[in-house]
């Protein structure tokens, strides 16, 4: 980063009357859209603190931009106690408050621009401008590893589809041969980051199997923080969100194995999913059986491929709205249920909003009981702003509407596009059920007995069907939920520890 510090005394009138000409000039700019975002990020951020700022610059997807290098920042002029100054996925919005007066040209770039220009008037009235204008790839997964003293590697897959997915690699300068690669698979509204941020940090599953000697890849599914990239369609394109489980492990999944095989000269990996990548992970092996091979074994943690279950049940009597959200995507297109640009706000103002300082009633870690179950304060309150630092992650309309079908089907089965479409697909009005009995890896599942996202029963169905089951693995721990698996400290770690023992019974 480059930045230079001058002294002034105070900014003489030419320089007043240009910003004020600059403010006039890009205020056109913006629409009502941008200014509603603005007035609400205001509005959040002053209920933390009268003497915080956070200033946003973020970026959109523009399809007829290329990567540019271009940020253009007049001044920032800020009298303040305290400045904190964070910098998120979007560029946009600026805001005017009485003691903040910002001037910005629009950036867009593809990657994050950290502009700034601060003005800071401090109490011993020493005046410093700082002027920072730099191009960076804010990458917290990579942020991450490297904090923690691991080597870690960024890696692009590009699927048969056209989708660019970023995988994060901690390799080992020399491997053995013993023991193969592991990929990491994230959950719905997840990235590669949640695989290390358990607390502390040495619970992290990708530093537990680094320690241990493995070489560890972390992937990431289509649409998520880091696999936001197509080779034809922009971010913004219906098209790009046209995709549910199905997709992926049509594509993603064979396309991220067959890398890390390439990358590491191994015939086999061993595959860890929770969550949402476990339906990628059964979807993928029968529809790409050839893939049965190169899975050496499969650790199944909180799978959620049946859903009948999913919530105790409750759902089930709300699967009537998938119809209603295909009738929506039919008029409107796929678009995605929680866009970048409203993740990228949330992991800014949430992990302030969950600080315990802040949150001193405990709000968050309430609502996370009371959305994902109690699991005896397993994951404890002091977690929360890292988490909220990388989750919610984004997430398509048209991932969360098959497993609405899912839940009313009661039965695993592809995506229900209506009976024409049907027909015309499938040769069948009703979409036709995964077949499982193509699945001839050893699997491993793990289940959490107070887990209402991936149930129980719903776990032993999916048990009852494989036909080369490991292992079935209930958790000791009583009140172990569904996001322990990523975030459940010591408990976490020893449900990984056992995952490692399956892991080294399959390695050559």
Request: aromatic share 12%; net charge negative.
């Amino acid at each position: 980063m480059v930045g230079w510090t001058r002294a002034h005394s105070d900014l003489d009138g030419a320089k007043k009357n240009e910003r004020n000409s600059l403010s006039s000039k890009y205020s056109k700019l913006f629409s009502r859209g941008h200014l509603r975002t603005v007035l609400v990020t205001r509005t959040v951020i002053r209920l933390v603190a009268v003497d915080l700022i956070v200033i946003l610059c973020v970026t959109v997807d523009v399809t007829v931009f290329e990567e540019i290098d271009v940020c253009v920042i007049e001044r920032v002029d800020v009298v303040v106690d305290v400045c904190v100054v964070a910098f998120v996925d979007i560029c946009v919005d600026v805001f005017v408050d009485v003691c903040v007066v910002v001037f910005v040209d629009i950036c867009v770039v593809v990657f994050v621009d950290i502009c700034v220009d601060v003005f800071v008037d401090v109490d011993v009235s020493v005046v410093v401008l700082v002027d920072v204008c730099v191009t960076v790839r804010v990458d917290v997964t990579v942020g991450i590893i490297r904090g923690n003293g691991y080597p870690v590697e960024v890696h692009n897959v590009i699927t048969d589809d056209g989708f660019i997915l970023e995988m994060h690699r901690i390799p080992r300068i020399f491997p053995s041969q013993n023991m193969l690669p592991v990929l990491l698979m994230h959950g719905n509204l997840q990235s590669s980051a949640d695989w290390v941020i358990n607390s502390p940090a040495n619970n992290s599953f990708a530093f537990i199997l680094f320690d241990m000697g493995y070489d560890v890849w972390l992937g990431n599914h289509r649409g998520n923080t880091y696999s936001k990239r197509h080779s034809l369609y922009s971010i913004n394109s219906a098209k790009f969100w046209d995709f549910s489980f199905h997709e992926m492990g049509q594509y993603d999944f064979p396309a991220l194995v067959d890398y890390v095989l390439k990358q590491t000269g191994h015939s086999k990996l061993h595959y860890i999913s929770f969550s949402y990548s476990t339906t990628v992970f059964i979807a993928g092996l029968t529809l790409k059986p050839e893939y049965n091979a190169k899975i050496a074994s499969g650790i199944v943690m909180g799978p959620s491929v049946f859903q009948a279950n999913f919530a105790n049940g409750l759902f089930y009597y709300f699967s009537f709205s998938a119809k209603l959200i295909s009738a929506f995507m039919d008029i409107f297109g796929t678009i995605p249920l929680l866009p970048h640009f409203y993740t990228s706000l949330l992991n800014v103002i949430l992990p302030i909003f969950c600080n315990p300082k802040f949150d001193v009633i405990g709000i968050c870690p309430n609502f996370i009981r009371l959305a994902l179950g109690d699991d005896g304060n397993l994951i404890r309150k002091e977690q929360l702003p890292l988490i909220t630092s990388v989750a919610p992650a984004p997430s398509g309309l048209k991932q969360v509407n098959h497993l609405l079908q899912l839940t009313g089907s009661r039965n695993f089965v592809q995506y229900d596009y209506g009976r024409a479409r049907n027909i015309q697909l499938y040769g069948a009005i009703k979409p036709p059920s995964y077949n499982l009995s193509e699945i001839r890896v050893p699997i491993a599942l793990f289940v959490g007995g107070y887990d209402f996202i991936a149930h129980r029963e719903d776990a032993k169905k999916l048990a009852s069907k494989l036909p080369n089951l490991y292992e079935y693995y209930n958790v000791p721990y009583k009140q172990f939920c569904h996001i322990d698996f990523t975030y459940g400290r010591e408990v976490a770690a020893d449900v990984y520890f056992h995952a490692v023992d399956i892991m080294k019974k399959h390695d050559p």
